[in-house]
């Protein structure tokens, strides 16, 4: 049997997986943009390069057989730019089993390349793209990049003055252009995707961040309540022991004091609750839409303007307690709240997408049974469902009657 810390790791390894892959999914469009900017320039390559083999002369036969093989080298370029989309700083540099079948084509490619066309950078050029592709640590990509252009540049330069000569096809100045400056493009591309993920994790580490400090608030608060009123009862305690043989009286008093100690602390801790539970249901929500938002979700909010007079007692933990699953079991791609009266009760209703990795019945768990059994408790009762990709909870609680002398001011709508 797994021990306890090693149950935990496994959570916090879990989560971290699922956050990763929100993360990564919810920039996903711009990483497409990325891949295809990389993706669209390779073919551009190989075209000029097939062009002007034929209008050099070169043969319909070899120059198909070169388009050919560019066509394969820019396939084998796909595998090392899609697991850069997924890459950390614990990725190694080269994964050969994934990454040796690109190298080799592309050598392969640039030599055969290379040798029909006499020129050095068609050579060169597919080994250095495929290179630049691989997970360089943080620095290093940038001086491997620059001395890869340098090189393509100075062989640039042989090979226009002693291969092609100054009266060249202009298909082999585009195809020289290009080859030397695209391993900087796409080093530029990549650079450009890494600033977005660093961005992306930054902003859920906030969000984690908020969270977190929150927690530690309450727990201080706790800890320094409990820790006075847990001293003064033991020196009472010790106290009657003393007493008690000699004055039983006065050890009952202390007794009795030690008792008050123990109601004093339990209505502490009833009080701080409280305080903690008395947010505005409007700033629950307004809080809530923040904090999935910092967190890549896209959410929205609907508050009654009335929803001061909502029981926040019931429905403040219930709005914390659904924001919490969103975060942990929802899919991270929208969210929406709604807090409205109807008749003599009110309806609060969150909906979210659902995580690929999420089970059928995502409704279980215990804490939609304690939200029920809140909500049971305050009169009210709780609805889960999930409809195709769509998880709804539900709740509905009577509305308190309240004077209108002691209607506060109203709550403000987040959106």
Do not use: C
């Amino acid at each position: 049997m797994s021990s306890q810390p090693e149950s935990a790791a496994a959570v916090s390894a879990a989560a971290e997986a699922r956050t990763a892959l929100r993360l990564t999914r919810s920039i996903s469009a711009t990483w497409w943009y990325v891949a295809l900017a990389v993706l669209l320039f390779e073919p551009v390559v190989v075209l000029l390069l097939v062009a002007a083999l034929v209008e050099g002369g070169f043969g319909d036969l070899t120059a198909a057989a070169v388009g050919v093989g560019g066509l394969l080298w820019w396939l084998a370029t796909l595998r090392p730019l899609l697991d850069y989309r997924h890459r950390t700083v614990d990725t190694p540099l080269v994964n050969w089993r994934r990454h040796l079948a690109p190298l080799l084509i592309a050598a392969a490619y640039g030599l055969a390349a290379g040798l029909v066309t006499g020129v050095w950078v068609v050579g060169v050029l597919p080994v250095t793209q495929v290179l630049v592709l691989l997970n360089w640590p943080p620095g290093v990509r940038l001086r491997v990049v620059l001395a890869a252009t340098a090189l393509l540049v100075a062989l640039a330069v042989i090979d226009v003055r002693l291969t092609l000569g100054p009266s060249a096809d202009t298909n082999w100045f585009q195809l020289i252009s290009l080859s030397v400056f695209l391993p900087a493009m796409t080093v530029s591309s990549l650079w450009w995707w890494d600033v977005l993920v660093a961005l992306d994790r930054a902003r859920a580490s906030e969000a984690k961040l908020a969270a977190t400090q929150e927690r530690l608030r309450l727990a201080t608060d706790v800890h320094d309540l409990q820790g006075h009123h847990l001293q003064v009862i033991a020196l009472q305690l010790e106290l009657a022991e003393r007493l008690m043989p000699r004055d039983p009286e006065a050890g009952m008093e202390q007794l009795r004091a030690a008792r008050a100690s123990v109601d004093d602390a339990r209505q502490g801790t009833r009080d701080l609750a409280t305080r903690f539970r008395a947010v505005p249901l409007s700033d629950e929500l307004a809080n809530a839409v923040d904090l999935l938002r910092a967190a890549g979700t896209k959410a929205e909010a609907v508050v009654d303007p009335d929803a001061s007079l909502a029981p926040a007692s019931a429905l403040g933990p219930v709005i914390r307690e659904t924001t919490t699953n969103v975060l942990r079991h929802g899919g991270g791609r929208w969210a929406r709240l709604s807090l409205t009266r109807s008749d003599r009760s009110w309806r609060y209703e969150i909906s979210n997408d659902v995580a690929d990795s999420a089970p059928e019945s995502t409704g279980g768990g215990s804490g939609l049974e304690g939200l029920a059994r809140r909500a049971a408790g305050a009169g009210g009762d709780l609805e889960a469902r999930r409809e195709d990709e769509t998880f709804t909870v539900v709740v509905t609680v009577p509305a308190e009657e309240v004077p209108a002398e002691e209607v506060p001011a109203e709550g403000k709508v987040a959106g």
